[in-house]
């Protein structure tokens, strides 16, 4: 498993880190048009006065055996949905079983689940969840759509984060907007230019926006599954450590039982010939 678990590894950190540059310069452009433009040209765009209803897509694993990546994304899942407290009612959109069940598990409504997805991911499976989320969001179901999923930085360190990702221009206020991997977006305070539209800006937010969230919806899920992944693998690797030790003190065990055995039958024999002499 642990074999099998580093192979899927390495498929998906080269999927990851195809993919980083063209997300995070998709977000840092959106972020940087939203902030010149009027907010209300675009649903997407809309600003609530009052967070009442609050959509959550969670990304955790199908399957165990992970160590502690299932544990840690539902802790901060749980964690998110506490602070926004008892007033707000949240929906959840869980990708993967392990996610939908700890939902449940605490009595929190499940709009949809999907399996079998961050096994190999595709972005034509990506496609449906994120329509999902912007036909939702479009109708003003929800005031703030929020990612939680699992941050890949290396093989050895995978960070659980919640990112704000609708609507968009009021994720300046969080200070992991747009993290992959170890980078950050830089706030660009010099950038006082204006942008020209063709053929309206309306026109290119239909087009550009929509996108952006299914980008970012696929990003997550490339990140959750090299985390997956490599957490899976080092958890192998330690089960197969902690088994080998196990063996050898069971070994070692049962050596020293046997030698007793032997020196107790020695004993006894040997008592019975020195009783057997004195006759």
Known sequence: MELVAAS???KAVGA???SRPYSKLAWETVLSVGGKIDATLHPLMRQSGKVENVLILLLAS???LAGGYNTNVIKSAISGIRRLGENVKIQTICIGKR?????RRIKQPVLASFTEITNNPKFEEILPIGKMIISEFNEGKYDKVLLVYT???SAISQKPLILELLPFGAQEKSEDLGQTGTEKIEEKTDDKGDYTFEPTPRDVLDKMLPRLVETMVYQAVLE???SEHSSRMFAMRSASDNAGEMIDDL????NQARQAGITQEIAEISSGKAALEAK
């Open 151 to 153: 941050d890949f930085v």
């Open 8 to 10: 899927k590894m390495r």
């Open 251 to 254: 070994s070692f065990t049962f």
């Open 16 to 18: 990851v880190s195809a």
């Open 224 to 226: 959750a599954a090299a």
């Open 99 to 103: 996610g939908a069940d700890a939902m």
């Open 62 to 64: 199908d399957r165990g």
